[in-house]
Structure formats: structure tokens, C-alpha cells
């Protein structure tokens, strides 16, 4: 059985498993330790090697993916919103093959959700534009045409009074204002509107932490998109990382 390992960087926590690759599913219990404080470089490298420790992979041949919650052009992260702004233009990629010793596949933490969604989840076969959110820390996106990526969209970043849009409609927002489900979906109809006007979409796809419980906001949002949840919930993230890397 073909097999890569995943490690799903969040604001939050840093998740990982052995995928599958050809049912897109875990092979392994999915590990999770708490992202450090401040989710500096040097402490988010130690909690990798500590996931991959727990998982028994340290010494690995298997192909490794690294997702991670930021813009990430050639291996550089580009952006800083929910970690250490010491990643704002940092060779991401070089410094975890060095950290880690071995050669590691490294991208966007939702692009890597869209991915794992499009090969073996709720958008697999969905023609035309899929975009994927996942709603957690942050909220991110990935932009799927025809199961094709297109890399570093940045909706969490819609500019709505003076900030960015996560900061009031990502799943942080509704925990740490104790929203109600009915505040909070009024506040994602508003952003997934305005996504809907924008793109015009032919499926939404909702992933990360919230869609453990789709059942609590999906049904009240008003769209003319299909809006499902990711099939692999909060573990899209490992997948998609893990499928990339053996590409
Ligand atoms: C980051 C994105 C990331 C998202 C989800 C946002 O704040 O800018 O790159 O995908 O959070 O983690």
C-alpha cells in the first residue's frame, strides 16, 4: 500500500498521521500536541520532530508533507496571522529538511484541506470552481477549477472594518466572543456571500475544526452554492499534505 506522512501546522495545534494514499484515509492514530506559544521556528520545529517521534516515523523514507498556516511561495513563507511574525518572508521549507534532516514537501495549510477534498472527499469529480474554508484559528481557503489547485488565496484576509475578516467569523471569533451558532452563521452568511458575488462558485466546502458539527450552521446559511462539509473533517489538512508529498 502506497503510504506518506502528513503534519497539518495550525494556529492551534499540530496534527499528523500516516495516509493512505489511495483511499486518502489514516493509516495511523492521528497525533496532536497544542502549537507552541508564539509558534515560533525553532519551537514549531520541536513539536514537529515530537509529532513524528509519537508517530514512529523520525527515520522515515516515506514522503513527508508539511502544511502549514500561511502564504507559501518556493518553500518561503510569505505571512504571519495566527503564528511568530519571525515567518514573514523565512525560508520555511529549508529550515524544516535541515531541522528535520530529510527532504519534506511544504505548502498551505488549506490548500492542502482542497486538495485532500478534491481527491478523496466531498469535491471529488465536482467540476467547474470548488472553494474550500476551513474555519478554525484563521480561515482559509483554496481554490479548486476542475480539481486543479490554484495556490495562496487568501480569504480569511477580506478586508471587512479595518481587519481582516477572520478575525470575526473564524471559529476563534465565535469561542472567544461566546456566539451563539445563530450570531455566528449570521456572520459567515455574510462572508460567504460576498465570497458567492465574487467568484461565483459551484460548490463551498467547509473544513477545519467547526466541521466536526456541520449540522449546527450549515443548514442556516442562505446560499445559491452547495455548501457541504470536508468528508475528512479536521484531518483534510494531514491528507492533502501527505498526497502532495508523494506527487
Ligand atoms: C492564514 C492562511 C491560513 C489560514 C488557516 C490564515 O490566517 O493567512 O494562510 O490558511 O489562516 O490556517
Known sequence: ???????????????????????????SDRIRVPTPKGAAPADVLTAVKEVLTTLDVQDSDLPLGVAFPAIVKYGKTLSAANVSKDWVGFEAERFFEDGL?????????????????????????????????TLGTGIGSAFLYDGVLLPNTELGHLWRDHDSIEKWCAYSAMERESLSWEAWSARLQEFY?????LFSPDLFVVGGGVSKHPEKFLPLLELKTPIVAAVHRNSSGIIGAASLAAD
Do not use: C, P, W, Y
Open 101 to 133: 534532516g530529510r527532504q519534506i514537501t511544504f505548502v498551505n495549510d488549506a490548500d492542502a484541506a482542497g486538495v485532500a477534498e478534491v481527491r478523496h472527499g466531498s469535491a471529488r469529480d465536482a467540476r467547474g470552481l470548488t472553494i474550500l474554508t
Open 1 to 27: 500500500m502506497a503510504k506518506a506522512i502528513g503534519v497539518d501546522i495550525g494556529g492551534t495545534g499540530i496534527k499528523a498521521g500516516i495516509v493512505d494514499l489511495e483511499h486518502g484515509t489514516l493509516d
Open 193 to 197: 456571500s460576498h465570497v458567492e458575488f
